[in-house]
């Protein structure tokens, strides 16, 4: 499954943090008036990259070891011709793939009858992992997340520390690798069994919005 960047100011794009004022924001970001959303977005992904500091900063690091390991190797970005390559799948992979959704499917059915107020993040996460090895898979997808209260609002949270309180919501977005191919589900539930009425509405609101999505996929459709 590939995971494109998501750029956060301040600092890498795991846990909460605030920025101090629009000031500050201001000082750091070199922008003027009247910029496009894009032009915003095209700086603080270049940014990011150049700094490290949000993106995908391995990928520069793994490209500035190889230029020092073998530096009359030319290196050449071939990301279009392998995106390319992974829109068809053989019917191997879509079985491993098959496969990974199972599992993934069945560690967050799992979490569902477990959770309750009083357990810890990291309980509820390795019982998911737990169930995925039991299952076959040789690692995670990408670190699980599982995230309750506000949290569950942290993007790429991966701390899984806090205790579970009564009337939190919790995400968890655990998927299972098989074979090498990876699941990648996001499911959002109420800690104590019962959504409150605001919290119903909003998750109403996303799962309209997803089953819309859903229903409007048809194959030889762009997704666009």
Request: aromatic share 6%.
């Amino acid at each position: 499954m590939e995971r494109r960047p998501h750029v956060t100011l301040g600092r890498r794009h795991r846990g909460t943090h605030r920025i101090c004022c629009r000031k500050t924001v201001r000082e750091r970001l070199p922008l003027r008036c009247g910029e496009s959303c894009e032009d915003i977005s095209e700086f603080l992904y270049d940014s990011s990259l150049s700094k490290g500091t949000c993106g995908y900063p391995h990928e520069k690091a793994v490209v500035d070891w190889l230029q020092l390991a073998a530096p009359q190797t030319k290196l050449k970005d071939i990301r279009a011709q392998i995106s390319a390559l992974r829109q068809i799948k053989s019917p191997g992979e879509i079985a491993f793939l098959k496969q990974a959704i199972e599992l993934s499917v069945d560690s967050h059915l799992e979490a569902m009858k477990m959770m309750r107020p009083g357990l810890y993040e990291y309980q509820v996460g390795a019982k998911m992992v737990e169930i995925h090895a039991w299952g076959g898979s040789e690692a995670e997808g990408y670190a699980p997340i599982v995230g309750a209260g506000p949290n569950s609002t942290a993007l790429h949270y991966d701390k899984l520390s806090r205790k579970i309180e009564d009337g939190d919501i919790v995400v968890l977005d655990v998927g299972a690798q098989y074979s090498g191919y990876s699941a990648d589900i996001t499911s959002t539930i109420p800690a104590n069994g019962k959504f409150t009425p605001r919290q119903r509405e909003i998750y109403d609101i996303v799962l309209g919005a997803q089953n819309a999505a859903l229903a409007a996929v048809k194959a030889g459709d762009g997704l666009l």
